[in-house]
């Protein structure tokens, strides 16, 4: 079964390696705790919305190519 919390967080983890930063960075430039950073990265929260935007703002990504990267996990999941 697909989990998109899961799936989130290792899509926001993988983004946060690839640009070299720390979840403590990501938290202070998106308005947030680290703890929630961390609890995002383990599927054990869902990001609202504004978190979804805020994080992609961030990235210098648009929420829509996260949203697409996500379905098209899913829909692989789905096979």
């Known amino acids: 079964m697909y989990n998109i ?6 899509l926001l983890s993988s983004l946060r390696h690839e640009k070299g930063v720390s979840q403590a960075e ?3 430039n998106c308005g ?4 929630y ?3 995002l990265e383990r599927g ?4 609202s919305l504004l978190t979804l ?3 992609c703002d961030y ?14 996990q ?3 999941k789905k096979r």
């Not at 947030?32 to 703890?35: D, G």
């Not at 054990?44 to 990001?47: D, G, H, K, V, W």
Request: charged content about 30%.
């Open 44 to 47: 054990l929260s869902e990001p």
């Open 5 to 10: 919390k899961i799936h989130f967080g290792k």
């Open 32 to 35: 947030f705790e680290r703890a």
């Open 53 to 55: 935007f805020s994080i």
């Open 74 to 76: 899913r829909k692989r």
């Open 59 to 72: 990235f210098k990504i648009e929420p829509g190519d996260m949203v697409t990267t996500l379905n098209n």
């Open 37 to 39: 950073i961390s609890r």
């Open 26 to 28: 990501v938290a202070y």
